[in-house]
């Protein structure tokens, strides 16, 4: 599938055409364009590869730029199907990418070889910025009217596989982070007509990739469902000898806490608020990993450096505290009441407040300082505390160095004790419940 774009230079039978189109030489090109214009018509190699496609390939905007000029046709074909917004993509040519979507390049166009369109390419190949350029681009395009965005985002290849299994199968942690903040389906699955087939975790546990694990599992991944194989995520795991993965995936550990996506007003967080939430449940998670790993031998695979703990510890010692927990910082603030809590409270408040989505209308979670309905999350103005402050009030706590957001905190128990945010889930479940539970998809 992958193009040998080198050789190009070692065909003579078209001259100095495609060594200038692959080396950017713009004013050669420009003058064997203006001498015979039939020259745009020609190929090169066993795939064919067009003018456009060889410029696009090799990242040569002003070449691209030119040719598109000409009126050339921005979706000309390979051998095997294959678009110049496809190869842009596949070599990681973000500007070239722009730049052809910008002249009206078809993003929903299908290869001969396995049916995947460019933002399967994107998601296989790793390439963030191409992606999110892609994505951009189905918000605008004839795409989003004719099939939907939500629909594009989940779009099956030959093989039943969405972008998100090829971004887990190769270990794309950031593409895979990117597809499920737009939409991306978690437990997509493989298998058509009815029929099991493989879901991204499936593909996680058999790439290996920890953080593609632990973040599928944080979006609401299941862990029992099963592959065509009748086997479960773990058991692929521990066949591709992933035994980290395998350890996270064993439904006899420690279910991990799951971001509350349902919720609206979680759906139309701005990117700062959604940020610090993510990072909340992600260290809540953490010490469940921590633990989990301990128990098979194995060393934990930390977040982010103790010292950059420390850093944020020490910035945030003089902030106001949470009244919830009294150990992280306030950083989240509720509207329409103006109340204030720490992200890690939120999560937790969140979480245990869900909604059945099976009854229409039920309200979200309520603000625990005035019981008022809970309409939007915005980021807090810090306040930090001044040392008259802390002279006139030291009894006022200050904040730990160490988040105890793990099972069992203060933050859960502060929770739990306020006696309307109801129980964590036992044992057998991977779900924060109420009195009714819900599974996020």
Same mark, same amino acid.
């Given at each position: ?65 030119? &040719? ?111 597809? &499920? ?66 350890? &996270? ?127 939007? &999350? ?64």
């Amino acid at each position: 599938m992958g193009q040998t774009l080198s050789c190009v230079q070692q065909h003579e039978d078209h001259g100095v055409l495609f060594p200038a189109l692959a080396s950017g030489e713009l004013e050669v090109v420009e003058a064997m364009v203006e001498e015979d214009p039939t020259v745009l018509e020609h190929t090169i190699g066993c795939d064919r590869l067009s003018p456009l496609h060889v410029a696009a390939a090799n990242g040569r905007i002003e070449v691209l730029s030119m &040719l598109l000029d000409r009126s050339f046709n921005v979706d000309v074909l390979n051998r095997h199907k294959q678009t110049p917004l496809m190869l842009a993509v596949m070599h990681g040519k973000t500007g070239c990418v722009e730049k052809l979507i910008h002249a009206g390049a078809n993003i929903l166009m299908f290869d001969s070889i396995r049916r995947r369109t460019c933002l399967h390419y994107a998601a296989y190949y790793g390439h963030i910025d191409c992606l999110k350029a892609i994505l951009s681009a189905a918000h605008s395009t004839p795409v989003a009217d004719s099939w939907g965005f939500a629909r594009f985002v989940n779009i099956r290849d030959g093989n039943g596989a969405t972008p998100l299994h090829l971004a887990a199968r190769h270990r794309r942690s950031e593409c895979l982070h990117a597809l &499920l903040d737009n939409g991306a389906l978690v437990c997509a699955s493989t298998g058509g007509y009815g029929y099991p087939g493989s879901t991204p975790l499936h593909m996680a546990a058999r790439g290996g990739s920890l953080d593609c694990v632990r973040m599928l599992l944080a979006w609401g991944a299941d862990r029992l469902q099963l592959d065509s194989s009748g086997k479960i995520p773990f058991s692929v795991a521990l066949k591709h000898k992933h035994k980290a993965c395998a350890a &996270l995936l064993d439904p006899s550990s420690a279910a991990p806490l799951v971001w509350p996506s349902p919720l609206k007003f979680i759906s139309e967080l701005n990117q700062e608020a959604k940020a610090l939430l993510e990072k909340a449940l992600l260290e809540a998670n953490r010490e469940r990993e921590k633990t989990i790993l301990k128990e098979t031998g194995m060393p934990p695979s930390p977040l982010h450096s103790e010292s950059e703990d420390d850093n944020i510890a020490s910035e945030a010692s003089d902030m106001e505290l949470c009244c919830i927990c009294f150990d992280q910082a306030c950083t989240i603030e509720v509207r329409p009441c103006g109340h204030q809590m720490c992200a890690h409270c939120t999560l937790a408040l969140c979480c245990h407040k869900k909604p059945d989505p099976a009854t229409a209308g039920l309200s979200g979670p309520v603000c625990p300082f005035c019981r008022g309905t809970i309409l939007q &999350l915005l980021v807090a103005k810090i306040n930090k505390i001044s040392d008259t402050e802390v002279e006139s009030g030291p009894m006022k706590p200050r904040r730990s160095r160490k988040s105890n957001f793990s099972e069992g905190s203060s933050s859960f128990k502060s929770l739990s004790a306020m006696g309307s945010f109801g129980r964590i889930a036992g044992r057998n479940s991977g779900k924060i419940t109420d009195e009714k539970q819900w599974e996020v998809s």
